[in-house]
């Protein structure tokens, strides 16, 4: 919503699918400059793909 575009396409839904879990979402601030670094670093924390780059818990995200 923030880019105003889906962060993948492709030919077939098994493409996209395959996108998501290999793939590193497009950087968010490129698409839409009027996200700010900051919401821009969070994001990508929460979309890594390694469970270990992640938020451990909700309240760590808030903190």
Same mark, same amino acid.
């Given at each position: +919503?923030? =880019?105003?575009? $889906?962060?993948?396409?492709? !030919? /077939? &839904?098994? #493409? $996209? +699918?395959?996108?998501? +879990? !290999? /793939?590193? &979402?497009?950087?968010?601030?490129? %698409?839409? =400059?009027?996200?700010? %670094?900051?919401? /821009?670093? @969070? @994001?990508?924390?929460? %979309?890594?793909?390694?469970? =270990?780059?992640?938020? !451990? /818990? &909700?309240? #760590?995200? $808030?903190?």
């Amino acid at each position: +919503m923030l =880019a105003g575009q $889906v962060p993948f396409d492709g !030919e /077939t &839904p098994l #493409a $996209v +699918m395959r996108s998501h +879990m !290999e /793939t590193p &979402p497009p950087d968010i601030h490129t %698409l839409n =400059a009027e996200v700010s %670094l900051d919401i /821009t670093a @969070l @994001l990508n924390r929460c %979309l890594a793909k390694s469970p =270990a780059e992640r938020f !451990e /818990t &909700p309240d #760590a995200l $808030v903190v």
